[in-house]
């Protein structure tokens, strides 16, 4: 289930707020039962938030391994008669909950929610102690992957192949949800349109607990944003047809919500409801374009992060509005979830009003050639038994599955990234991401897919490009390459997207572009860093192919502090980190605005 709602026959209690929090003494766990003790109060981290910027202590913030976060909580007792439930809604990049002295789950992936049932454990109006140990480590096999180095006094240190800080925490909400023993467990809606866009159709499936398997009435209704039923049917699984619909469109969102409900007897009093919205819209790749619609959609918008000053990666909706508001300000239509999934919230705001999202996996980082490549020094392949391998793999399958399973909903994605920049110009990496993609079409045939391609595999070197169905491209003409020769990137870049072009003729969004510019610099001329250093737009509006243009980054963000090419952290955001604007904002919104006043 995407989540976990509260509703007529749900409840849920937020266990946000402040927590005991303690690092573990050990790296491993079984060493520090920390959950077994009541952890004292004097370190004490906020939840959702990453515990790294919180203290003013530098080997909190460079931690690597277990952390601690604890609190008591008490069972309401007028949840006797259901289930109950624990919800994480994120734990980066690995967490373990713990009841009492008793284990309830464990969970792999950073940016995923998990629960546990934790009925049997508890009375109604019992008070208990709550611990969910996280852990940061990555490794070759995690997603995304990274290496441990261990200093001759011990010192662990993490090293990192992406380039943002390995926040970690609990950065998203943990909830306790009331839920009928009864009840539906997912809900899968797909939608179309025919009859020349005159009719929508929902085709869903419900699924429930054995239990009411067992002896199942579901009822299903399609309602409108004026509360109208404008379809309905019996059945765990069907289709609806909606006459008249009112599509989803960027910028002009329609939701209808689908109402499930349950009655497990000949009771007309339902056992459990649920609610999702539904935004009847279409996607394609037609040729080399996308269309949504039916009509070709030009993405124009960011990369961004899930990044805060303080709070590093916990999410916050008061942030998460005004980025909002900004996309809009600027004439964005859509961002990508670069580089790992974002908390729900984001999409729920994307659906309700329009904003388009390309959805990442946290596959970042898988790129053993990019600093060996810069100093054309030999390196180890990336994708082999000794780096990302099968295990990687694997993982890396679960973590689509848990993408797709959790996103597949959503009218606002349109499109599933599989990987961040991997080295997909080495022979091996064909073995490692044709069984993923084959995953990602069996788990969703109706989006297409994606992976945003670093330089080193260009037209000619890429191995998977065939594999997929949009070319998404990562290319720093005029800042990694071509560093302050305007001229000489406009040229090599339209070289290279013309290759592109003949070679595969298949749409091109250009996932990231930019320079780091450092706020208040300014010179006359070209240079670097200032505010005046500006990319062209031309070679995009020559290119058919070109569908989309997404600016790295949306905002600075902070990256390890250990390597001297940042200063603190990536400064290529078109906004500062407390989202002021830079020139590149006003240069940017004027050719946004105005393209959405040519279509
Ligand atoms: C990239 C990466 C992104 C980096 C960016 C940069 O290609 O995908 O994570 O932050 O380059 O600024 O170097």
Known sequence: MADLPANALREVVSLDGIWNFALA????????????????????APVPASYNDIFTEREIQKHVGWVFYQRSVTLPFSWRDNLVIIRVGAATHRGRVYVNDTFVVEHHG??????????????????????????????????????????????????????????????RSVQLCCV????????????????????????????????????????????????????????????????????????????????????PSAVPIAADEYKVNVGIRTVKVVG????????????????????????????????????????????????????????????????????????????????????????????????????????TRKNHEHALR???????????????VIANEPSSHEETSRQYFEPLTVLARELDPTRPIGYANEKQAGPKEDKIIDLFDVICLNRYYGWYIFTGDLSGAEKGLEAELREWEAMYGK????????????????????????????????????????VGEHVWNFADFQTPTDFILRIDGNKKGVFTRDRK???????????????????
């Open 288 to 391: 080399r374009q996308i269309h949504i619609n039916e009509k070709p959609f030009y993405f124009t918008g960011f990369g961004k992060h899930e990044d805060y000053p303080v709070r590093g990666k916990g999410h916050d909706a008061a942030f998460m509005v005004h980025d909002y508001q900004l996309l809009k300000w600027m004439g964005a239509n859509s961002f990508r979830t670069s580089h790992y999934p974002y908390d729900e919230a984001w999409l729920d705001y994307a659906d309700r009003h329009g904003v388009v999202v390309i959805n990442e996996t946290p596959a970042v980082g898988m790129n053993l050639a990019i600093m060996a490549g810069w100093h054309g020094k030999a390196h180890k392949p990336t994708f082999s038994p000794d780096t990302c391998s099968d295990v």
């Open 180 to 263: 009928p023993k009864n009840h539906i467990t997912d809900v899968r809606v797909v939608t179309d349109v025919i009859n020349s866009g005159k009719t929508g159709t929902v085709e869903y499936q419900v699924t429930t607990t054995q239990l009411a398997r067992s002896n199942n009435r579901v009822k299903v209704a399609l309602v409108d944003e004026a509360g109208s039923t404008v379809a309905e049917a019996m059945g765990a699984q069907g289709t609806l047809t909606v006459d008249s619909v009112q599509l989803w469109q960027p910028g002009a969102a329609y939701l209808y919500h689908l109402h499930v409900r349950l009655f």
């Open 581 to 599: 604007p830079k020139a590149a904002a006003r240069t940017l919104r004027k050719r946004w605005l105005d393209l959405q006043n040519r279509l």
């Open 402 to 416: 848990e993408l797709i399973q959790r996103d597949k909903n959503h009218p606002c994605v349109v499109m599933w």
């Open 25 to 44: 003494a050990s790296p491993n766990l079984n060493d520090d039962p920390a959950w077994t003790r009541t952890l004292p109060s004097t370190l004490q």
């Open 507 to 546: 749409p091109i969004i250009m996932t990231e572009y930019g320079a780091d510019t450092l706020a208040g610099l300014h010179t006359v001329g070209d240079v670097p860093w200032t505010e005046d250093y500006q990319m062209t737009h031309r070679v995009f509006d020559r290119i058919g192919s070109v």
């Open 110 to 171: 950073g940016y995923m929610p998990f629960e546990a049932d934790i009925t049997s454990i508890i009375q109604p109006g019992e008070t208990f102690r709550l611990t969910i140990a996280v852990n940061n480590e990555l490794t070759w096999e995690t997603v995304p992957p990274g290496e441990i180095e261990v200093a001759a006094d011990g010192t662990r240190k993490q090293i990192v192949r992406h380039d943002f800080f390995n926040y970690s925490g609990l950065h």
